[in-house]
């Protein structure tokens, strides 16, 4: 009987470490592939937080403090980083940390995983969290140049109020914004239908129940999160990480959107639901004017609407 040889399947240039561990985040379990993949030894892993290796690896305080702060409240983390091994290796990371919940719901332990990027994502960040986005991307659009001068705190204060009373809308509303900022240039008439649209998905958020929307206002710190007075969740925008920016902040009490509402947001294809559709609304002026929009809904923390301005 003939033998066949068969050829030996490739070895995996790029394994996948895993790492496991409690609610404190301290590493309970790491595989030989941790240690081939970092160079460090599993007895020199066990028992460290998981953050101790983040803050080896030089990643952002702030990134380190997010990754903590979504893994207790039951969200995954995705960073890449450059990462250079105990034997001057030097590769680029991807490191991706879910919770894990017991029998009755809670946060109970962690799982990260670890692999080489092939090859290097080229980036002049030290860290970021990336957004992966799906489905189709937002059809480009006409860039419009405004050339109007705009005082932030008096077009916030004045289109909202206005919206207010046109709308005869029940929610509360309070605002904290900064006098201090320098005027912006924009198209007015554009910025106004923008927070209009951003108020309206509040408001049917809401269906005309009791509820609060918090309109804010100041500069973000480059390289640094965004961490909102309305709700201290911080996000990581992946233009924050270039400058600094002037910011107008529309946050909300409503029950938060789901991962794929704000999917489709941001793909602009939004559903029949009113929220949605405003919302792209917003995203579709926000492009036309060259303006970033990001988007942020947590469970229990409402929805965050982070309009930028470059300064």
């Known amino acids: 009987?003939?033998?066949?040889?068969?050829?030996?399947?490739?070895?995996?240039s790029t394994p996948l470490a895993v790492l496991t561990g409690n609610r404190a985040g301290i590493v309970e379990s790491?595989?030989?592939?941790?240690?081939?993949?970092?160079?460090?030894?599993?007895?020199?892993?066990?028992?460290?937080?998981?953050?101790?290796?983040?803050?080896?690896?030089?990643?952002?305080?702030?990134?380190?403090?997010?990754?903590?702060?979504?893994?207790?409240?039951?969200?995954?983390?995705s960073v890449e980083f450059p990462f250079e091994t105990a034997t001057g290796k030097k590769l680029r990371?991807?490191?991706?940390?879910?919770?894990?919940?017991?029998?009755?719901g809670e946060v109970s332990a962690f799982r990260a995983t670890a692999h080489a990027v092939h090859p290097p994502v080229e980036d002049s960040l030290p860290s970021r969290l990336r957004r992966v986005p799906s489905g189709s991307p937002r059809r480009p659009r006409t860039r419009v140049r405004g050339n109007d001068r705009i005082d932030l705190l008096e077009l916030a204060s004045r289109v909202s109020m206005s919206?207010?009373?046109?709308?005869?809308?029940?929610?509360?509303?309070?605002s904290a914004l900064d006098?201090?900022?320098?005027?912006?240039?924009?198209?007015?008439q554009r910025l106004e239908a923008l927070l209009e649209h951003l108020l309206d998905s509040a408001n049917a958020a809401t269906h005309n129940a009791c509820g609060c929307i918090t309109i804010l206002s100041g500069r973000t710190r480059k390289n640094r999160s965004h961490r909102s007075k309305a709700h201290p969740i911080a996000v990581r925008p992946a233009n924050l990480a270039h400058r600094s920016y002037t910011f107008l902040e529309v946050h909300d009490t409503a029950p938060h959107?789901?991962?794929?509402?704000?999917?489709?947001?941001?793909?602009?294809?939004?559903?029949?639901c009113p929220r949605e559709i405003a919302l792209d609304s917003a995203?579709?002026?926000?492009?036309?004017?060259?303006?970033?929009?990001?988007?942020?809904?947590?469970?229990?923390?409402?929805?965050?609407?982070?309009l930028l301005f470059p300064n």
Do not use: Y
């Open 1 to 12: 009987m003939r033998q066949e040889n068969k050829a030996a399947p490739p070895e995996q």
């Open 30 to 77: 790491a595989d030989d592939a941790w240690t081939k993949l970092t160079g460090f030894p599993v007895h020199q892993t066990l028992h460290k937080p998981i953050t101790h290796f983040l803050d080896h690896a030089g990643i952002d305080l702030e990134v380190v403090d997010l990754v903590g702060q979504n893994f207790r409240e039951g969200r995954p983390s």
């Open 93 to 104: 990371i991807h490191l991706t940390v879910e919770s894990l919940r017991d029998g009755l």
């Open 163 to 174: 919206w207010k009373s046109r709308r005869g809308a029940s929610l509360m509303m309070d």
């Open 179 to 188: 006098p201090e900022l320098p005027a912006l240039q924009s198209d007015a």
């Open 257 to 272: 959107l789901s991962r794929d509402a704000i999917a489709r947001i941001q793909n602009g294809s939004p559903g029949k």
């Open 283 to 306: 995203s579709s002026i926000a492009e036309e004017i060259g303006l970033a929009l990001h988007f942020d809904s947590t469970a229990g923390c409402g929805t965050q609407a982070l």
